[in-house]
T-cell receptor
Framework: AQSVTQPDIHITVSEGASLELRCNYS??????LFWYVQSPGQGLQLLLK??????LVQGIKGFEAEFKRSQSSFNLRKPSVHWSDAAEYFC???????????FGSGTRLQVQP | EPEVTQTPSHQVTQMGQEVILRCVPI?????FYWYRQILGQKVEFLVS????????KSEIFDDQFSVERPDGSNFTLKIRSTKLEDSAMYFC???????????FGPGTRLLVL
């Protein structure tokens, strides 16, 4: 069965600073990988996804993520964080032949002025 | 942009009561899902639904739960006899195909007293 680990429960960065949120997955084959963002009281909004091809994927709101098979990682990055990026970020993995997404426990991002 | 909608946004019920959570998936999507997120915990998969039948379900989705697509637009989750531990945010999602991106609704927060 697949699993997802987000090692950082809570991260605080200053506005304008760069950001990297870590995600490690466990799955025997090539996974389908997603990053979702959840603002307080809101649903889950898709930031970006990786299915195949180019390992560096671009998403909305200036986010990008890189799939590294050798490290079983799919870290999310943003070069310059805005106050509106404060939210909870979830990494999720899907597997071929299965409908269920497996989510990580999330990383709460706080942005300092 | 099309989106998944859910009603109600909040529901409070007494233990042992039946609740029905409603979702309107994106109109051209064929796969539908329910997930839940207990406060402070991971988002967990409950069930997926395609062609008027359950295609996959988790261990959480026991006999107390059922899903239905009663008409061409709605997708419902019924909990027959709610327990305290059913208190959670319930998310509906839909996708065009089984391996495409799942788009999530804003959620229904269920509180069982």
């Amino acid at each position: 069965a697949q699993s997802v680990t987000q090692p950082d429960i809570h991260i605080t960065v200053s506005e304008g600073a760069s950001l990297e949120l870590r995600c490690n997955y466990s799955y025997g084959a090539t996974p389908y990988l997603f990053w979702y963002v959840q603002s307080p009281g809101q649903g889950l909004q898709l930031l970006l996804k990786y299915f195949s091809g180019d390992t560096l994927v671009q998403g909305i709101k200036g986010f990008e993520a890189e799939f590294k098979r050798s490290q079983s990682s799919f870290n999310l990055r943003k070069p310059s964080v805005h106050w509106s990026d404060a939210a909870e970020y979830f990494c999720a993995v899907g597997a071929a032949g299965r409908r269920a997404l497996t989510f990580g426990s999330g990383t709460r991002l706080q942005v300092q002025p | 942009e099309p989106e998944v909608t859910q009603t109600p946004s909040h529901q409070v019920t007494q233990m042992g009561q039946e609740v029905i959570l409603r979702c309107v998936p994106i109109s051209n999507h064929l796969y539908f899902y329910w997930y839940r997120q207990i406060l402070g915990q991971k988002v967990e998969f409950l069930v997926s639904f395609y062609n008027n039948e359950i295609s996959e379900k988790s261990e959480i989705f026991d006999d107390q739960f059922s899903v239905e697509r009663p008409d061409g637009s709605n997708f419902t989750l019924k909990i027959r006899s709610t327990k305290l531990e059913d208190s959670a945010m319930y998310f509906c999602a839909s996708s065009e195909s089984g391996m495409e991106t799942q788009y999530f609704g804003p959620g229904t927060r269920l509180l069982v007293l």
